[in-house]
């Protein structure tokens, strides 16, 4: 079973940065490696996602804010780079890895068989 490390979170101001970053002990060029976030309250949802067959995916609440890369040289190293942080952005994130298909559906998060501990991402002046 892969197992997924996160790190990176942390608190900063509306307006700031932070990069999460998400070891996997495999790697697997067809799965998905992907980003779930869960404020209090509320279910958990898909950020973005990057598979090598299937390409990025984001979810329209972090389009254009939120950019998810694959280390170029140690491939089991995906990275969430966040920028222009607002407080609905504060969430615990999870990155999570789906190994069953080579396209990242982030709606269907019963697809994703193994989940990191999650690291806290608190946006607050």
């Known amino acids: 079973q892969v197992q997924l490390t996160e790190s990176g979170g942390g608190s900063v101001q509306p307006g700031g940065s932070l990069r999460l970053s998400c070891e996997s002990t495999?790697?697997?060029?067809?799965?998905?490696m992907a980003w779930f976030r869960q404020a209090p309250g509320k279910e958990r949802a898909g950020v973005a996602g990057?598979?090598?067959?299937?390409?990025?995916?984001y979810a329209h609440s972090v389009r254009g804010r939120f950019t998810i890369s694959q280390d170029p040289v140690k491939k089991t190293i995906v990275y969430l780079q966040m920028e222009s942080l607002t407080p609905e952005d504060t969430a615990m994130y999870y990155c999570?890895?789906?190994?069953?298909?080579?396209?990242?559906?982030?709606?269907?998060?019963?697809?994703?068989?193994?989940w990191g501990q999650g690291t806290q991402v608190t946006v607050s002046s």
């Open positions: 999570a890895a789906d190994q069953s298909h080579n396209f990242c559906f982030l709606g269907r998060s019963e697809y994703f068989n193994a």
């Open positions: 495999r790697y697997t060029y067809s799965s998905c």
């Open positions: 990057i598979a090598g067959v299937g390409g990025i995916t």
